[in-house]
């Protein structure tokens, strides 16, 4: 008889299996451990302390390899730029450059890595619906190869950082085409009630001024549609949609790009199934071509910007268990598998409901399989890192736990909830573990407090003297 807490589709055949596509390519057991990029998680553990987030170079750049290739062999030109919101450091931003592609940020931070890591500002493309006049400014002053302009006010201020430059900016427009697609779904509306980007219906009007205006250079529209897309229907109705409206505003200036954004979608569990990459290229070329046939033009220098694609399935977070409680529910038992880490490290299953895998990684087991959540340390009942798993039933404190498919949007969405000292970004490479990003120590975490810094006056706590003065009533 099936658990009655258990989702259908999840698998209780093998609690040990690693399930193709969810675990980075090649990760495997060995003595029954877990063996990533060449690298046995117990040693980096032992090293590294828990938890950390754990990259496999290798992948992470074949990926990025893979995407270009797919779109290259499909489109007559493309430019893949690398969503850097996914996860950036120094070495992520080197990998993807020294793969081809280029490096798209949405923040003065973001900006800031990119460019200290040594990335060509011209590589560089600018997102963000509200980017500060000062962060423009360093964009633009930096050099930055193309600004996607979110609201009329941005290509103003733009054009005023530009001139004061002294340069011309190439800039993106963002187009809410009405389009809003995730896993397998999507939503076609005529507006879209959301903060990006500007109103397809707008849209002509606020071209005519940015070309009015001599210090921008409009070189195409944007769109992203979502994120987590299993396959190539939203993408071809949103091209369908902007195909249109490039050639109407092509035929009065030139408008070499369209640029299509991101959202491919991975495998988190082994329930998912997204298209192969290059299906989807096809599929989207294909759509593109008609469409481009439809209106009468050739077929525009392709932009892409995906993230999770690339580094998602590269990414595994290693924690170490604290508790272990079996919890009776009505007609079945779930046994919460507590760790050291939790939401401050990885936010999406509290913010989206988002569904992860989890080994134990020290060792495999016999054991029968047990119907486990795994819970972060933090005090928040939704503190969920994966909502249901079947893991062994010996399950015990102290074995270490992996959840796969931690690459993307974990490291970057990490917070300090709790006090809580960030983990490191270590990555493997043929079995060398190094940091990319080193652990939070929890002074980084006080050091802003400046109540506890050692200069500080010491805290006025009521002296018995005060406090019988306030019962006094004369405070
Ligand atoms: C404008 C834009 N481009 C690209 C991306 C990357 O999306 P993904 O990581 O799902 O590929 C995002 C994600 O939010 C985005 O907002």
């Given at each position: 008889?099936?658990?009655?807490?258990?989702?259908?589709?999840?698998?209780?055949?093998?609690?040990?299996?690693?399930?193709?596509?969810?675990?980075?390519?090649?990760?495997?057991?060995?003595?029954?451990?877990?063996?990533?990029?060449?690298?046995?998680?117990?040693?980096?553990?032992?090293?590294?302390?828990?938890?950390?987030?754990?990259?496999?170079?290798?992948?992470?750049?074949?990926?990025?390899?893979?995407?270009?290739?797919?779109?290259?062999?499909?489109?007559?030109?493309?430019?893949?730029?690398?969503?850097?919101?996914?996860?950036?450091?120094?070495?992520?931003?080197?990998?993807?450059?020294?793969?081809?592609?280029?490096?798209?940020?949405?923040?003065?931070?973001?900006?800031?890595?990119?460019?200290?890591?040594?990335?060509?500002?011209?590589?560089?493309?600018?997102?963000?619906?509200?980017?500060?006049?000062?962060?423009?400014?360093?964009?633009?002053?930096?050099?930055?190869?193309?600004?996607?302009?979110?609201?009329?006010?941005?290509?103003?201020?733009?054009?005023?950082?530009?001139?004061?430059?002294?340069?011309?900016?190439?800039?993106?427009?963002?187009?809410?085409?009405?389009?809003?697609?995730?896993?397998?779904?999507?939503?076609?509306?005529?507006?879209?009630?959301?903060?990006?980007?500007?109103?397809?219906?707008?849209?002509?009007?606020?071209?005519?001024?940015?070309?009015?205006?001599?210090?921008?250079?409009?070189?195409?529209?944007?769109?992203?549609?979502?994120?987590?897309?299993?396959?190539?229907?939203?993408?071809?109705?949103?091209?369908?949609?902007?195909?249109?409206?490039?050639?109407?505003?092509?035929?009065?200036?030139?408008?070499?790009?369209?640029?299509?954004?991101?959202?491919?979608?991975?495998?988190?569990?082994?329930?998912?199934?997204?298209?192969?990459?290059?299906?989807?290229?096809?599929?989207?070329?294909?759509?593109?071509?008609?469409?481009?046939?439809?209106?009468?033009?050739?077929?525009?220098?392709?932009?892409?910007?995906?993230?999770?694609?690339?580094?998602?399935?590269?990414?595994?977070?290693?924690?170490?268990?604290?508790?272990?409680?079996?919890?009776?529910?009505?007609?079945?038992?779930?046994?919460?598998?507590?760790?050291?880490?939790?939401?401050?490290?990885?936010?999406?299953?509290?913010?989206?409901?988002?569904?992860?895998?989890?080994?134990?990684?020290?060792?495999?087991?016999?054991?029968?399989?047990?119907?486990?959540?795994?819970?972060?340390?933090?005090?928040?009942?939704?503190?969920?890192?994966?909502?249901?798993?079947?893991?062994?039933?010996?399950?015990?404190?102290?074995?270490?736990?992996?959840?796969?498919?931690?690459?993307?949007?974990?490291?970057?969405?990490?917070?300090?909830?709790?006090?809580?000292?960030?983990?490191?970004?270590?990555?493997?490479?043929?079995?060398?573990?190094?940091?990319?990003?080193?652990r939070e120590s929890l002074d980084d975490?006080?050091?802003?407090?400046v109540g506890l810094r050692p200069e500080?006056?010491?805290?006025?706590?009521?002296?018995?003297?005060?406090?019988?003065?306030?019962?006094?009533?004369?405070?």
């Amino acid at each position: 008889m099936p658990h009655p807490l258990a989702p259908l589709l999840l698998d209780a055949s093998d609690p040990n299996a690693l399930a193709e596509g969810v675990w980075p390519a090649g990760t495997e057991r060995v003595d029954g451990a877990l063996r990533i990029g060449g690298a046995d998680v117990r040693e980096i553990a032992a090293q590294h302390g828990t938890p950390f987030l754990l990259v496999d170079e290798m992948v992470a750049r074949g990926r990025a390899r893979r995407i270009r290739e797919a779109f290259e062999a499909a489109f007559p030109a493309v430019d893949v730029y690398y969503a850097g919101k996914a996860l950036l450091t120094a070495d992520v931003a080197r990998w993807m450059r020294a793969e081809g592609l280029r490096i798209d940020v949405c923040s003065g931070g973001e900006l800031a890595i990119a460019l200290r890591a040594g990335v060509e500002p011209e590589a560089i493309g600018f997102h963000g619906n509200n980017k500060s006049e000062s962060v423009i400014a360093a964009g633009v002053e930096a050099g930055v190869g193309t600004f996607v302009l979110d609201a009329p006010i941005e290509a103003e201020r733009v054009a005023a950082a530009a001139e004061r430059a002294g340069r011309v900016q190439r800039v993106r427009l963002r187009v809410s085409v009405g389009v809003h697609a995730s896993t397998h779904e999507f939503l076609a509306t005529s507006h879209e009630d959301q903060k990006f980007g500007v109103p397809i219906d707008e849209v002509p009007e606020l071209v005519a001024r940015i070309r009015e205006l001599p210090s921008l250079e409009l070189v195409g529209l944007h769109s992203h549609i979502g994120s987590q897309i299993f396959d190539a229907d939203g993408f071809a109705e949103s091209a369908r949609r902007l195909l249109a409206l490039h050639a109407e505003l092509g035929a009065t200036a030139p408008l070499p790009e369209l640029n299509l954004g991101g959202g491919f979608g991975i495998a988190y569990t082994a329930a998912d199934s997204p298209e192969p990459i290059e299906a989807i290229a096809e599929r989207l070329a294909a759509a593109v071509r008609d469409a481009a046939d439809h209106v009468g033009i050739p077929v525009p220098r392709i932009a892409i910007e995906p993230g999770r694609w690339i580094v998602g399935p590269a990414g595994v977070t290693v924690y170490t268990i604290g508790t272990v409680k079996p919890v009776r529910v009505d007609d079945g038992t779930r046994t919460y598998v507590s760790v050291d880490g939790g939401m401050s490290d990885n936010a999406r299953p509290a913010l989206y409901g988002a569904q992860y895998s989890a080994r134990i990684a020290n060792r495999s087991s016999d054991a029968e399989p047990a119907l486990a959540r795994v819970a972060g340390h933090h005090c928040e009942s939704g503190d969920i890192v994966v909502d249901a798993e079947w893991l062994p039933a010996d399950v015990a404190p102290g074995d270490l736990l992996a959840v796969a498919a931690t690459g993307a949007y974990c490291h970057s969405l990490a917070s300090n909830y709790n006090a809580t000292p960030r983990p490191p970004v270590l990555a493997v490479a043929n079995g060398e573990v190094r940091t990319l990003v080193r652990r939070e120590s929890l002074d980084d975490v006080l050091s802003r407090d400046v109540g506890l810094r050692p200069e500080a006056e010491p805290a006025t706590a009521p002296t018995p003297s005060h406090v019988a003065s306030i019962d006094q009533g004369d405070a």
